[in-house]
């Protein structure tokens, strides 16, 4: 149906730049994505618990949390390619539940979207966080032009990550 609105999706990980999906997916084409506008979807966080072995350790999920946020683009898609979104969100970071948001754009509006998110462990997962995931995602932010502070928020938990893990493998040994 040409009648139809566009679906408002929220992308908040590698998403945000298609480069770095095509990274990522090196041999699958990836979906043409429309420019996006700044936003920030409110009462959420990132955790990173969500088992993905194709990452080599735990990647980013987002959960409920009133009062914060997270930086990322709206985008508006046809509907019939909305089938398209859901299987390079899941394809991407694992990200195969579908979830309301609410964001506000840079102009101050207030509203409704979707986004994907990997679903919620069973069990607390063991291992590492995916170093090469919080890297790409600080990545993906820079090229969408997130804020500088937000960007380098990403780089620096990349980077923090990396070193913990590190000295936490090389005490072990």
């Known amino acids: 149906m040409s009648g139809t609105p ?4 929220f992308a ?6 298609p480069e770095v999906a095509r990274e990522r997916l090196r041999n699958t084409p990836v979906l043409e994505l429309p420019e996006g506008e700044l936003a920030e979807a409110l009462d959420v966080e990132l955790v990173y618990d969500a088992p ?8 980013a999920r987002l959960v409920d949390a009133p009062g914060r946020r997270v930086m990322g ?6 509907a019939q390619v909305w089938p398209l979104v859901a299987r390079l969100e899941s394809t991407l970071a694992s990200a195969a539940e579908e979830r309301p948001v609410r964001v ?10 979707r986004t994907f998110t990997p679903p919620a462990p069973r069990h607390a997962p063991p291992g590492p966080i995916s170093v090469e995931f919080l890297v790409s995602h600080a990545r993906a932010a820079e090229r969408a032009a997130l804020p500088a502070t937000y960007v380098e928020r990403l780089q620096a938990e990349a980077h923090l990550v990396q070193r913990i893990q590190k000295a936490q493998s090389e005490r072990i040994r």
């Open 6 to 9: 566009p679906l408002p999706w």
């Open 73 to 78: 683009l709206l985008r508006r898609m046809p």
């Open 12 to 17: 908040f990980s590698l998403s945000l730049a």
């Open 104 to 113: 506000r754009t840079a102009t101050g509006a207030v509203l409704s979207a």
């Open 52 to 59: 993905a072995p194709d990452w080599g350790g735990r990647v």
